[in-house]
Nanobody, 124 residues
């Protein structure tokens, strides 16, 4: 299908800011759903943020709500995750995923394209 590549990860101090980017190798019109996930060593993968691009509807986990913002770039094959007020518990490998919508609903199991991840490390 489509290949995704994340970038923008790095190491910053608590309270800092990072902006992650996800670019698809090619734009397809069925990529209505985009999501960011993260996984720390020894922990389960966690959904962080998602966007339904036809309407711009977003969803966030409670742990990042108010601090993170997901958005689609001017290029429709690009999405971003703006991360502000970072905390040590945000440290993880962050993955971008994309796929079609089912009606007006995005389903996690419908995300059929995944990136290889970008590492985020937050120090105290």
């Amino acid at each position: 299908q489509v290949q995704l590549v994340e970038s923008g990860g790095g190491s910053v101090q608590a309270g800092g800011t990072l902006r992650l980017s996800c670019a698809a190798s090619d734009y397809t019109y069925n990529n209505n759903c985009w999501g960011w996930f993260r996984q720390a060593p020894g922990k389960e993968r966690e959904g962080v943020a998602s966007i339904f691009t036809p309407t711009g509807t977003t969803n966030y986990s409670d742990s990042v709500k108010g601090r993170f913002t997901i958005s689609q770039g001017n290029a429709k094959n690009t999405v971003f995750l703006q991360m502000n007020s970072l905390k040590p518990e945000d440290s993880a490998m962050y993955y971008c995923a994309a796929g079609p919508s089912y009606g007006l609903r995005c389903r996690p199991d419908g995300l059929n394209s995944w990136g290889k991840g970008t590492l985020v490390t937050i120090s105290s």
